[in-house]
């Protein structure tokens, strides 16, 4: 499945951060969910999913999605282990032959703010000077303030997404390493637990991608692939 530069530049660092992770292991996919063929208003539409858990992170998502040839969209999160003060990685972007319409990369808080270190790191280490910054959605209120949200303006500004998204995966990948995980039981366990959950929930809030998900394969499918694969609830502390 080829894929626009920049989606196949991304899925490429991502992959190598990922790699990169201490502990990283595979975690079982369903052999229907780990490659996808359907048909969407006379199209073929193929998505693939790559799915792992690694220290610190209870599991890590890489979806890629090619409709016909027109539309393309690379969905990726990291989801952290509640016992551990992280956030949320994620980041989309959505082509088509017209070019990259929407890219959008943050590290998600869990709690009320970002811990303290990774805010100063983010902090530290200033994002590109896109020239065309896009509205955050109504649901937006779970990402950070340091959210990059755009519709890239050229290969410069393409490049500089992808160097954010690094950025956004080394300042993670430095906060696993220091972290120290609290007992199951702690009470800020149970915030990010809960922050956590908020957030998969906001997510959901995405009807675009249950009306597509919907239309090419049926109500009862798109349920089950948006609540156990793109955005299930945590388990159970």
Known sequence: MSLHPLMESLAACIRQRWQGLSGLTPLPLAPDLEEISGSLDGEALFIRNELAAARGLRKLHL??????A???ILHCVFFPDPRFDLPVFGADVVASPAGVSAAIADLSPTREHLPAAIGAALASRPCFAFRQRRELPPWGSIFSP???FIRPDGIDEEQGFIDWVDTL???LSEAIAAGVPDPA???ATVERWHGQLGYCRQQKRNDKTRRV????FNPAWADRYIEDLLFDDPPAL
């Open 169 to 171: 995966l080394d300042v």
């Open 213 to 216: 998900l919907e239309k090419a």
């Open 70 to 72: 027109g539309l393309q």
């Open 146 to 148: 340091h959210v990059c």
């Open 185 to 187: 039981e702690a009470p």
């Open 63 to 68: 979806e890629t999605a090619r409709l016909g």
